[in-house]
């Protein structure tokens, strides 16, 4: 006994559906004559047949032998060969002669059936497929997985299972050459681009001949809409070759009802992405193009031309209008159209070394002839694939006749063998016409424009290479499309004041040393000198703006460990050298009447080692966590929980007091504790007694008597 077709589950699932309400859509019937239109042809008999025993037996049935071999009717039965008329060819359907055995037990071997075939096209002797009569739902059911071997013109099946048996072959379609056929150019409307496309490349410019013709319109939250007409008899792709975007949307174009409409949604389906899109031929769609997401100037590109992917969906276009399996009544003829796509385009992904027009056509003959066999197979991958994407079909069409289904079903069979018919010499046609219009080569359309602008003041200063944050600093400000016209200079535009403030907020975090030299570079390294020196006075506002009280990793207030011993006396402090080693100890002292800081300096160097504070003026904090006096130890690993915090609890910090060294990027704060038990230590109950100040790493100030 043979396994039940694969087909069942299909069946089951479609009787799942007619069981749901539910309404179907009616499709307007394809052009030609539908093999839908008509009921499967039922197996008629005249006469009683031919009896058949153990001994077995050889009878002619019209265009049929049937050979029952000795030994296939059991001991003690007769089984009865029918006498069956045979079945006059309809509009999409070559049947061949009916046979039939009537049995009342199994059969013991295999009974042999030769059917001498009429005279068939290639096309439709490919398309041969075994049917067994499905009395039930009063269809002829495939039986891909029955072997059979055609010998000169007979077609030979040993078949161990008996109701009725034929063969089946698609009648097939005499298709014409496509030529000297154009489509008009779309029409977009005349509302002006979004703001931010600067100016857009027509690829025909008129050209009523041109491989596409293209018209741009505005949509909605800055996307552009780009209509595309393929002004070719023959697929192309649409690929985005610059600018590094995806398409915002993509749309088909009209709904059509076809075989070729089903085959572009299919390919669309299987083939496109989000950064190449198929043209069928003689078609308008649209795709959208969105603003970058980049700032700054942007060009963005698309090119159109015959590729391996578009040259599939031809052939498989050309070898469907050889068969004719309906249109959009055929419920599975998007599965069995996806299946080959998927199938083919993974064969072509392989083949990264194809060049040309007939290449293109070769290999993907070769492809779609492998997915017919592929498919065909119910243990392959895509037949595997071809059956789910049929479940699927079947679901979403709800309440359909089972006999439909097997039609379907059939018919799908059918094509996928005349796929394996395909030759090279029969898309000549074709490959001339690619090749005329590779001589011109591709097609492109561009939009050229300014990327989206980040949130003014979102960036994130260096703090350490001032023509880095220049150059980034700049496009967060001058990039805004508020300063898009470039008609005027910068500093023309009344908001560029207020702008500028909020641009440069981010700077906050850098030292004050930093900001004095980053507003030079601003004033000597930007072309437009007037509009950079606006900027650069709302960075001196921001050192201006300094709250004197503040420790940070980089300075006191203004102060930053960045000064030189020269810059310090020129604003009054003095050097008091060592009180245990003199004026040429290694480190010294500058202090300065009236003033709560003083400053330990590398002789050798002149660079400053460390800022000291007063330590005990309440208003004292650090800029991370507001530490002041008071503050508990627990404040402090909290404040500074990303930060390394060198902890000296053991009358280490100096004078045998405890203290905190908190190590940041650029400088290292320290800061003295009140005495207190190992266990309060633990707790972090402990206060903050003094804020010590800020060094280079290395030179936290601490209560060490280093006489500096």
Excluded at 245 to 267: H, Y
Excluded at 394 to 403: A, H
Excluded at 406 to 430: D, P, S, V, W
Excluded at 556 to 582: D, P
Aim: net charge negative; with cysteine.
């Amino acid at each position: 006994m043979r396994a039940p077709s694969r087909f069942t589950a299909i069946l089951a699932v479609l009787a799942m559906a007619a069981m749901s309400p539910g309404t179907v859509r009616v499709a307007p019937e394809p052009t030609g004559a539908s093999p839908f239109a008509v009921s499967d042809p039922a197996p008629r008999t005249a006469g009683s047949g031919t009896a058949v025993g153990p001994e077995g037996t050889s009878v002619v049935v019209g265009a049929a032998q049937v050979v029952v071999p000795p030994d296939a009717v059991p001991a003690g039965h007769t089984f009865r060969i029918a006498d069956t008329l045979a079945i006059r060819r309809n509009a999409a359907e070559i049947y061949g002669q009916p046979v039939g055995l009537d049995h009342d037990a199994p059969l013991a071997k295999p009974v042999t059936v030769r059917w001498t075939l009429p005279l068939l096209s290639d096309v439709q002797r490919a398309s041969l497929v075994l049917v067994r009569w499905d009395s039930q739902r009063n269809a002829w059911r495939p039986e891909p997985e029955v072997p059979f071997r055609i010998e000169d013109d007979v077609l030979v099946a040993d078949l161990d299972e008996f109701s009725f048996w034929d063969w089946v072959a698609n009648v097939g379609q005499v298709v014409g050459e496509i030529v000297g056929v154009r489509k008009d150019g779309p029409t977009c409307g005349g509302a002006e681009l979004p703001v931010w496309v600067r100016d857009v490349v027509d690829p025909d410019e008129g050209m009523s001949a041109a491989a596409i013709r293209v018209c741009f319109e505005a949509d909605h939250d800055d996307i552009v809409t780009v209509r595309v007409v393929n002004n070719r008899t023959f697929t192309q792709q649409l690929v985005m070759s610059q600018g590094g975007q995806r398409w915002a949307w993509t749309w088909p174009g009209p709904d059509g009802f076809d075989v070729s409409a089903a085959l572009d949604g299919a390919a669309h389906l299987a083939l496109d992405s989000d950064t190449a899109y198929l043209l069928p031929p003689l078609t308008e769609v649209a795709v959208g193009i969105d603003r970058p997401s980049e700032p700054g100037s942007v060009v963005i590109a698309a090119k159109a031309s015959a590729t391996p992917i578009s040259v599939l969906v031809d052939v498989l276009r050309f070898a469907l209008d050889q068969v004719n399996i309906g249109g959009f009544d055929n419920p599975l003829l998007n599965a069995l159209v996806q299946a080959t796509f998927e199938c083919g385009g993974q064969q072509l992904l392989a083949r990264p070394d194809l060049s040309d027009a007939a290449q293109f056509v070769q290999v993907a003959i070769d492809a779609i002839g492998t997915c017919a066999t592929e498919i065909r197979r119910s243990d392959s991958e895509f037949g595997m694939r071809f059956e789910q994407l049929s479940l699927a079909a079947i679901k979403k069409v709800g309440k359909v006749g089972d006999d439909v289904v097997i039609k379907a079903n059939r018919l799908a069979y059918q094509a996928a063998g005349a796929f394996k018919a395909l030759t090279f010499a029969k898309m000549a046609f074709y490959v001339s016409d690619q090749l005329q219009n590779a001589a011109v080569g591709p097609l492109s359309f561009s939009v050229r424009g300014d990327g989206r602008p980040p949130q003014l003041g979102a960036w994130t200063p260096s703090c350490g290479d001032v023509r880095a944050d220049a150059n980034l600093l700049y496009r967060n400000l001058a990039l805004q499309d508020a300063f898009r016209d470039t008609a005027k200079q910068l500093w023309e535009y009344p908001d560029w004041d207020s702008a500028s403030a909020t641009a440069v907020r981010p700077l906050k975090t850098c030292s004050t040393s930093y900001l004095r030299d980053l507003a030079v570079e601003l004033s000597n390294g930007w072309a437009d000198r007037k509009s950079a020196e606006i900027v650069a006075d709302k960075i001196r506002a921001l050192v201006a703006a300094v709250d004197p009280k503040v420790i940070g990793f980089g300075g006191v207030g203004t102060f930053t460990l960045g000064l030189t011993a020269t810059e310090l006396g020129a604003m009054g402090f003095a050097n008091k050298g060592n009180q245990y080693s003199g004026m040429t100890a290694e480190c010294v002292g500058y202090a300065k009447s009236g003033s709560p800081l003083t400053f330990s300096v590398e002789s050798k160097t002149g660079r400053v080692l460390s800022i000291n504070t007063a330590g005990t003026d309440p208003s004292l904090r650090t800029e991370i966590g507001g530490i002041r006096v008071g503050s508990t130890l627990a404040d402090v690993r909290k404040a500074f929980a990303g930060y390394e915090i060198e902890e000296h609890l053991a009358a280490d910090f100096g004078q045998g007091s405890n203290g905190v060294i908190i190590n940041g990027p650029s400088g290292s704060i320290g800061l003295s504790l009140t005495d207190a038990t190992p266990t309060d230590y633990a707790s972090g109950r402990p206060t903050v007694s003094f804020l010590n100040g800020v060094g280079v790493p290395g030179h936290a100030p601490t209560n060490k008597e280093d006489g500096c």
